[in-house]
Structures are given as structure tokens and as C-alpha cells.
């Protein structure tokens, strides 16, 4: 079993409310439970969070939301021994996922 001290985050989270998945969660353990599912079961959705995949080794993207640009960047972490780029936006509440290597 993967402990929270395996996963590494060089930004501190910002608690956002997610009434799909319950009580207040803070940035980087929404990004975890989304990133362990879509690589453990392929899920695209946590919840109420969409997970979206973005090309190999990104490490930031531009989110369109209402008409409206914004930067999301994303940090380095693995889960089960593979490691990604990840980002969430609690604006669309959606986490970005790059995997790292070559496609």
C-alpha cells in the first residue's frame, strides 16, 4: 500500500468544497485520489472532478473557462511506480495529467 509520504508536491494545497465527494479536501489530496484512480482503473472522473489527459511530458497547460485563459501548472509525483505531471484546477475542477517518458 502507497503511503502519502511517496508522493512528492512542491506547491501546498488550496481547500476547495466538492459536494461529490464530500467533505472539504485540500489541492493535493484531490489530485491524488484522482491521479491513483486514472491509473489504477483508467477512470477519467473522481467524483465531481474531471481528469483530463494531456500529451507526454507536459508541464503546464491553458484551460479555456468562460471565455477566460488560465495557466495551470503541474508538479512531478508516481503512483505505482510511474511517474506524471499533475495539476488541478479548482476552477473547473478538473486535474491535468501528463504522463512522463515517451508515448
Do not use: H
Not at 493535493?28 to 481528469?51: C, F, H, P, T, W
Not at 477566460?68 to 511517474?83: A, H, I, Q, Y
Amino acid at each position: 500500500m502507497l503511503e502519502r509520504e511517496d508522493f512528492r508536491f512542491s506547491r501546498v494545497g488550496l481547500e476547495t468544497m466538492d459536494e461529490g465527494i464530500g467533505d472539504m479536501m485540500d489541492e493535493k489530496e484531490i489530485i491524488l485520489k484522482a491521479v491513483q484512480d486514472y491509473i489504477r482503473n483508467g477512470s477519467s472522473r473522481y467524483g465531481e472532478v474531471n481528469v483530463t489527459c494531456l500529451p507526454y511530458n507536459k508541464t503546464s497547460c491553458i484551460e479555456q473557462v468562460d471565455g477566460e485563459g488560465r495557466s495551470v501548472m503541474l508538479d512531478e509525483f508516481s503512483v505505482d511506480g510511474k511517474s506524471v505531471w499533475t495539476g488541478y484546477s479548482s476552477r473547473s475542477q478538473t486535474v491535468y495529467i501528463s504522463m512522463i517518458g515517451t508515448d
